[in-house]
């Protein structure tokens, strides 16, 4: 059967709807299928120590897996799921399946996970991390909370309570993105991050444009300074592995050393990275 959803001249309000595949409606009801259908899933992405191409964990990435339209990627539906609530059980979705899978291949190798400024507005993350946590027995120190700076984290008094909660509980804070939110240097300041992840807007140019160079190093010093480590994402090409190591950049993730894959892929691609060295 032919998919005739992106085809111009198709009625797609025609009776027959098994001719036809309706284009995606993004919404609480489609959503709310997708995950009791278990059409969504986790892709790792690994993270490398630049220095010694030691791989130091994965981080966890959505994906919607529709049976006629193929892989969606978060920046289609995380805002719609944020906008519903449905993110939290996404959310916990990931964490579950990322501990999981971080525990069949090491007792040691850490797990990022993207948290949702929209999370911040109540105390239910803090319980749901809490509980996964001990039911798996996995130590929150493996963990890196990865959030973007935005508005809505600053706003509120409640986030800042929340994220000082999750590391006195021992969870890992990345600030994603680093240099393309809001208030950068005010939240660096109040909230307890342990990490500064350098966006790929600047790694992915950094060959061409000594600004963006200039950006990196400033971003490096700053994160020093304030005894935060450091990791990039974007990293493309040994060009700019070898350049963020230069400029003193610890950890990095990219294309250059692996795509995001599914957990089967993932298992395959640790050992054949471990063989090699
Ligand atoms: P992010 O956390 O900043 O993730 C990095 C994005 O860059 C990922 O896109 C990744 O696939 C992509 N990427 C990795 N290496 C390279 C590279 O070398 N070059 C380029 N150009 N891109 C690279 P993805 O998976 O589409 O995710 C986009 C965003 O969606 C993420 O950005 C994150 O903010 C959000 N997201 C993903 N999974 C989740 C989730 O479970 N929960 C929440 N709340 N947000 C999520
Ligand atoms: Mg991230
Ligand atoms: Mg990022
Ligand atoms: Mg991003």
Redo the contacts with the bound molecule.
């Keep these: 059967q032919k998919l005739l959803a992106d085809h111009p001249s198709v009625d797609l309000h025609a009776t027959d709807h098994t001719q036809v595949v309706k284009p995606l409606s993004i919404d609480h009801e489609s959503i709310d299928a997708a995950i009791r259908q278990q059409q969504f899933v986790v ?1 790792y ?1 690994p993270q490398i120590e630049l220095f010694t191409g030691e791989v130091i964990g994965f ?4 994906r919607w897996q529709h049976p006629q339209h193929g892989i969606q ?3 289609l539906f ?1 805002h719609v799921a ?1 906008d519903t609530g449905q ?1 939290e059980a ?2 916990e979705y ?1 964490v579950v399946t990322g501990i999981q899978f971080i525990q069949s291949i090491s007792s040691t190798l850490c797990l990022s ?4 400024a929209k999370s911040l507005h109540n105390d239910r993350l803090i319980m749901m991390l809490e509980q996964v946590c001990q039911r798996f027995a996995f130590d929150p120190a493996r963990m890196i909370l ?1 959030l ?1 700076e935005t508005a809505t984290m600053l706003d509120t008094q409640q986030a800042e309570r929340i994220l000082t909660h999750l590391r006195e509980q021992g969870f890992k804070l990345s600030i ?2 680093f240099g393309t939110g809001y208030s950068s240097m005010s939240q660096l300041a109040a909230l307890p991050f342990t990490e500064l ?1 350098i966006d ?1 807007s600047f790694v ?1 140019t950094m060959e061409a444009s000594s600004k963006s160079r200039k950006v990196i190093a400033s971003t490096l010093k700053l994160a020093e300074s304030l005894g935060l480590e450091t990791i990039a ?4 090409n040994s060009m700019a592995a070898i350049g963020l190591r230069e400029l003193g950049c610890r950890f990095g ?4 050393f692996a ?2 894959m599914d957990a089967a892929a993932s298992k395959v691609w640790l050992s054949h990275w471990n063989g090699q060295r």
Excluded: M
């Excluded at 981080?59 to 959505?62: C, F, H, K, S």
């Design positions: 892709y992405q981080e966890a990435l959505l990627l978060p920046e995380i944020e993110i996404l959310t990931v996970v993207n948290i949702s990865e973007t994603d993105d992840k790929k992915t994402e974007g990293i493309e993730q990219g294309y250059f795509r995001p």
